[in-house]
């Protein structure tokens, strides 16, 4: 069983288009971290939300931790192809775990089409 | 954050050799990280490896095929072994950094593309 459900797992969208990517558990994590990975490369993270309803974003990327630390969002807004890529969302402090690991999700490919 | 550089970047090796990838980091750390990866898929953790102890393996990894060193805080090599077809995959190390005081955030390098034949 994956602790850390990412959906959708692919997304293909056109430019200038609206989506959010899903990341859901049943657990209560300390932290979520959401990655972007390009081909070739690693993953870079995007952004870490600590605080239960915490919003952050990043110029057209708005990232949420629910209210119980057990989920979160991605919203990125008039995609463009640059937003291509494997987005990945990681859970850090699983309860009981060990704080300095992470849990990922399964990935989310998105592919922007100009 | 943190600059981690891989050796090598890719390789196509033959079943039954095995091959060490290094990985460096421009600052000290104290964990480093081992994972595989397929192209397109999530990350899976192979092993942590401390410096100046013996790595910890995850399920499903074992030490006599996939050996980690950790001489120092700057440094860390996987090696796989006897590799097999089944081995090829994308290999990435990260480090791990303290942020804000209250969380665990994870760099990782570019990530070493392995083909076994």
């Known amino acids: 069983t994956q602790l850390l459900e990412q959906s959708p797992q692919f997304l293909s969208i056109q430019e200038g288009e609206n989506l959010t990517v899903y990341c859901n558990s049943s657990?209560?994590?300390?932290?979520l971290q959401w990655y972007r990975q390009e081909p070739g490369e690693g993953p870079v993270l995007l952004v870490t939300?600590?605080?239960?309803?915490e919003v952050k974003k990043l110029k057209r990327l708005t990232f949420q931790f629910g209210d119980a630390r057990k989920d979160s969002s991605l919203h990125i807004t008039a995609a463009q192809p640059g937003d291509t890529g494997l987005y990945l969302c990681?859970?850090?402090?699983?309860?009981?775990?060990?704080?300095?690991?992470?849990?990922f999700g399964k990935g989310t490919l998105l592919t922007v089409n100009p | 954050s943190a600059v981690i550089s891989q050796k090598p970047s890719r390789d196509i090796c033959q079943r039954g050799t095995s091959l060490t990838i290094q990985c460096q980091v421009d600052?000290?750390?104290?964990?480093m990280f081992w994972y595989r990866q397929q192209p397109g898929q999530s990350l899976t953790l192979i092993a942590t490896?401390?410096?100046?102890?013996?790595?910890?393996?995850e399920s499903g990894f074992v030490i006599d095929k996939f050996p980690i060193s950790r001489p120092n805080l700057t440094f860390s090599t996987l090696t796989v072994s006897n590799m097999s077809p089944e081995d090829s995959s994308i290999y990435l190390c990260?480090?791990?950094?303290?942020?804000?005081?209250?969380?665990?955030?994870?760099?990782f390098g570019p990530g070493t593309r392995l083909t076994v034949t």
């Open positions: 990260s480090v791990s950094r303290l942020a804000g005081g209250r969380t665990y955030e994870q760099y």
């Open positions: 657990s209560v994590f300390s932290s």
């Open positions: 939300v600590v605080t239960g309803g």
């Open positions: 990681a859970g850090e402090g699983v309860s009981g775990g060990s704080n300095y690991k992470l849990t």
């Open positions: 600052s000290q750390v104290t964990m």
């Open positions: 490896a401390n410096q100046g102890s013996e790595a910890t393996y």
